[in-house]
């Protein structure tokens, strides 16, 4: 399949598709959706540990193509309070977390 079709299929320019293949830039969260269909998996650096609420809901995120501000909109809470919830900030040790 050519960079072009990729492109079609995404609904990115060619030259979108060439950026991501050489690792120039990497895609807006709005595309992780539809790589990950036409993939057939999610390609994330991410190690989704159960154990960790912060790397499921920052996974979670993704996979539904979301900003922080859009999720956060969604949950009814400020992006900030979302930011610190990915990073371990806002969250209590030793605690089990239903994400």
């Known amino acids: ?8 299929l995404l609904g990115v320019d060619t030259s979108t598709i060439t950026g991501w293949d ?3 830039h990497l895609p807006h969260i709005s595309h992780y959706p539809q ?3 036409f ?3 999610a390609p994330t650096q991410l ?13 979670l995120r993704q996979q539904a193509g979301l900003t922080q501000k859009a ?6 809470i400020h992006y900030s309070t979302l930011s610190e919830y990915e990073n371990m900030k806002g969250l209590r040790k030793n ?3 239903c994400i």
């Open 71 to 76: 999720a956060a909109k969604l949950l009814g």
């Open 47 to 59: 190690n989704l540990n159960q154990r960790n609420p912060s790397n499921k809901l920052l996974y």
């Open 22 to 24: 050489r690792n120039d």
């Open 39 to 41: 993939l057939g998996y």
């Open 95 to 97: 605690r089990e977390y």
């Open 35 to 37: 790589i990950a269909n």
């Open 1 to 8: 399949m050519y960079q072009k079709d990729v492109g079609m």
